[in-house]
């Protein structure tokens, strides 16, 4: 029934109290009025979302209050099919309160009308033909019953004063029969919502089930039971912590792809989760851990610092395996748990019983789904069982003619890779050089005044490349030059007077004499200091070494009114005219090919290559020298420079520098060494070597 049905009789408005049967239109009007407000009222509160306390409240306020009656209860009817009471107003003031024989009498009443599912009225001080079931109070009752697909979840009573007529109290039956159906429209609303959640809970553990047991890889289905669980219990966090040895680690936290295991709050959750485990039981924690063990209260009380949790739940998980069932043997039960389910709330201060209904199933499946995946994963060659799985199509009935087809045609190039030779070279990198080269360094420190040359110029042997400048040593050369003066002047001094003095005594002429000879040594040690730093003077001119042409780039601009330190390299020098030959930087690991090609084929390995300015053609040439160390060249990292002999004439272009591709011929080895010896090499430094 609708609230547009819900119509009110004329009787409804009849005063309850025998009143006078002049009645005022204008208060019938109001009271009319007042009514329809109410039934409005409790019309809009049967349709909302409210809790049943809140609408049993509002609901039976309204009614007592519409009917002016004493009092009233609402009874429900619980799945043994007994009456309970929901909520009541007034009921104390009945009576019943004062006898446990009329509250008995009372109890039968009510359970007769549910029974018979009819609504009705009782007046005071009677019953049914059964002296047990009656109305023990001294107020008329008005029974409504409320039904849902013709069976009574409820029972409305209403305590009406006695008096007024037989209409009257039909009106009041009629007016609760209508309230009953609100009633009943707020209970199927209620339970259609309930339905709809419960279908959703369904859905959403299907859901999660699906996913839970959907992977054997152990560290997927930690993730899926961490993201998952979390949406399906409704919490703020769910981890995951597997037992590993004698430690727990936390394996999977909602909400992240990835976790830093050396964080302190990561640490913590693990010493909690091990606490947890060895207790084996669950731990509820909801703001009190007075009761706790202190082993336990102490890893609570470090997490819970870090964390902020409100409420956390630790839940040992265990697999219900075959052999855990209520009659097998203690001895043969399973019962380490291999981790723990950590559900946290950051806000809520406890669990309500939906949620740890929610949080033991997700426990229940994820230590069901987790011992399945590391049980899987621990089968023995578990990739290679995988591969030979996947690959058992192949020899099936109708893919056999095409799998042998292929086994044949994959030995063919087996063999092929194995027996037919190929040329075998060595690839590498290098420049184009004249074998007459040289670098001219600086002897001495100083600062280039001049430089005499550029790039491309043509020098002859002895010829002045770069002039420097070195005022310590100009300041060096001027103090030999003055104390070589002074010298010279204190020799001519005491010879004067050794000559001009013949009446000096013995003693005298003998100190003289000693300090002639001591000056004269002075003397001579000056002239060869002099000597040693004019060689020196003459370092600071920078000659050229040999005839040929500077290839140094932008000499002046690189030089001048520069500091130059002794050894730095100033410009480099070349003789085109004479022989040519190829520097190769060769890989490191490259020498044993090179080696072993030496010593079977002799030295002058043959070269073929190509010039970066001419990448068409090939030109030939032979190896004439290897280092025998390894250097760092540039992006090659340790390499060997190998020198190699070409004629100059077959050359079409000479560029010192110009950069080469070479191929070091090395024999002939199988097609398949040629084509995989790097994957090979790779694979004996890289793994088998630390095998």
């Not at 009705?120 to 001294?138: H, K, V, Y």
């Not at 204190?490 to 100190?511: A, W």
């Not at 020298?625 to 760092?632: C, D, K, L, W």
């Not at 060997?640 to 080895?669: K, M, S, W, Y």
Request: with cysteine; net charge negative; proline share 5%.
């Amino acid at each position: 029934m609708t609230a547009a049905s819900h119509v009110i009789s004329p009787e409804t408005t009849t005063p309850p109290r025998g009143a006078s049967a002049v009645v005022d239109p204008q208060l019938v009007e109001d009271t009319r009025r007042e009514i329809r407000a109410i039934i409005q009222e409790i019309t809009q509160l049967s349709q909302s979302d409210t809790s049943l306390e809140d609408f049993c409240e509002g609901y039976l306020t309204r009614v007592v209050s519409a009917l002016a009656a004493v009092g009233g209860a609402i009874w429900l009817v619980d799945e043994n099919r007994r009456l309970r009471l929901q909520y009541q107003v007034n009921l104390a003031r009945t009576g019943l309160a004062e006898s446990e024989e009329a509250q008995l009498r009372h109890s039968l009443l009510l359970d007769k009308i549910a029974a018979a599912g009819q609504p009705t009225l009782i007046p005071p001080q009677s019953g049914f033909d059964s002296e047990e079931a009656s109305n023990p109070t001294p107020h008329l009752l008005i029974v409504g019953v409320v039904k849902l697909e013709q069976r009574v979840e409820a029972v409305v009573e209403i305590f009406q004063r006695a008096g007024g007529g037989p209409t009257t109290h039909r009106g009041y039956l009629r007016f609760l029969n209508q309230m009953c159906d609100l009633a009943a429209d707020f209970l199927k609303n209620r339970q259609l919502r309930h339905l709809h959640d419960r279908q959703a809970l369904w859905e959403q553990l299907e859901q999660f089930t699906r996913a839970v047991h959907g992977s054997l890889n152990v560290r997927q289905t930690a993730l899926v039971v961490a993201n998952e669980g979390r949406r399906l219990v409704g919490c703020d966090r769910v981890s995951v912590a597997l037992v590993r040895g004698r430690r727990c680690v936390v394996e999977a936290v909602s909400g992240l792809d990835s976790i830093d295991r050396r964080a302190s709050e990561v640490r913590a959750l693990g010493k909690l989760a091990r606490a947890a485990v060895a207790a084996g039981e669950p731990l509820i924690f909801q703001g009190d851990a007075t009761d706790l063990a202190p082993q336990i209260e102490r890893a609570l009380q470090e997490y819970i610092d870090r964390s902020y949790a409100k409420t956390l739940a630790v839940i040992p998980l265990a697999p219900q395996a075959e052999d855990e069932r209520e009659d097998a043997p203690r001895r043969t039960r399973r019962t380490r748990p291999l981790g723990a389910l950590i559900v946290e709330q950051f806000h809520e201060r406890r669990f309500e019983e939906p949620v740890q209904r929610r949080i033991d199933t997700v426990a229940t499946h994820a230590g069901i789904a987790l011992a399945k995946a590391q049980e899987h994963s621990r089968l023995f060659l578990l990739p290679l069982w995988k591969t030979l799985g996947r690959l058992q199509y192949l020899v099936q009935c109708g893919a056999l003619p095409k799998t042998l087809l292929a086994a044949v045609a994959l030995a063919a190039a087996v063999a092929a890779m194995v027996i037919l030779p190929k040329d075998f070279t060595l690839a590498s990198r290098g420049a184009l050089q004249p074998v007459e080269r040289r670098h001219v360094f600086a002897s001495v420190d100083g600062v280039v005044t001049d430089a005499l040359v550029e790039h491309g110029s043509t020098v002859a042997a002895g010829q002045e490349l770069v002039r420097l400048r070195n005022t310590d040593l100009e300041v060096e050369i001027a103090s030999l030059l003055g104390q070589q003066t002074t010298t010279h002047e204190q020799i001519l001094s005491v010879q004067r007077t050794l000559l001009d003095n013949p009446r000096l005594s013995p003693e005298e002429r003998e100190r003289l004499s000693g300090r002639l000879l001591e000056l004269q040594e002075t003397a001579a040690g000056l002239e060869r200091q002099l000597a040693l730093v004019r060689q020196k003077e003459e370092q600071l001119i920078v000659r050229s070494p040999l005839s040929g042409e500077v290839v140094t780039w932008r000499v002046r601009d690189k030089l001048m009114h520069r500091p130059i330190e002794r050894g730095q390299s100033l410009v480099t020098v070349v003789d085109p005219a004479g022989p040519w030959e190829l520097e190769l930087y060769l890989p490191e690991r490259r020498m044993g090919h090179l080696v072993r090609a030496a010593s079977a084929y002799g030295e002058d390995l043959p070269v073929t290559f190509t010039l970066a300015t001419h990448p068409g053609e090939e030109f030939h040439g032979f190896v004439t020298e290897v280092h025998r160390t390894a250097e760092v060249h540039g992006e090659e990292g340790n390499t060997v420079r190998v020198r190699v002999a070409i004629d100059r004439e077959a050359l079409p272009d000479l560029r010192p520098g110009a950069t080469v591709n070479a191929r070091v011929q090395c024999g002939q080895r199988p097609l398949g060494y040629v084509w995989l010896h790097e994957f090979i090499e790779t694979i004996q430094s890289k793994v088998v070597f630390w095998l």
